[in-house]
């Protein structure tokens, strides 16, 4: 490691960042103001890990700790976040195609939802950019 951050990899950690505050204003929301709880619930459902339950703080500590691991080029935490966002991509697109054949009602009211459209090219561009092989060798990995 060369000892200078990629600006790609600082906005990688910023929208890391900006996501874990986001999850925390939305269970601070669900807790405090009804009338914009479902909202928040569906933030909260497309941002958090769900496991059979929504653990939002769960998913906060993971944004904020892959948002420092990143920040400071930690190889460890590329590859999680490659990892995370290739199985988030994909599960969201072959989700989305299953769904459009079983309920065509609900996937258009899902897939133009900004939660679902800023996932998707947020996932993609991430991807595209740490599988960079100049990406990859800044973070010491051969690439």
Do not use: H
């Amino acid at each position: 490691m060369n000892g200078v951050r990629l600006l790609g990899v600082k906005f990688i950690a910023i929208y890391l960042f900006l996501k874990a505050a986001a999850l925390i204003l939305a269970v601070f929301i669900i807790n405090t103001r009804p009338d914009l709880r479902q909202g928040a619930n569906e933030f909260i459902t497309y941002f958090s890990i769900n496991i059979g339950i929504t653990l939002p703080y769960l998913a906060v500590i993971l944004n904020v700790t892959l948002g420092l691991g990143i920040l400071f080029q930690q190889r460890w935490s590329r590859t999680i976040i490659v990892c995370i966002n290739s199985y988030y991509f994909f599960k969201l697109i072959f989700g989305s195609v299953i769904r459009m054949q079983l309920e065509p009602k609900r996937f258009s009211s899902e897939i133009s939802s900004p939660y679902f459209i800023v996932s998707c090219v947020a996932s993609l561009i991430i991807l595209c950019y740490l599988l960079d092989p100049d990406v990859k060798r800044a973070f010491g990995e051969r690439g």
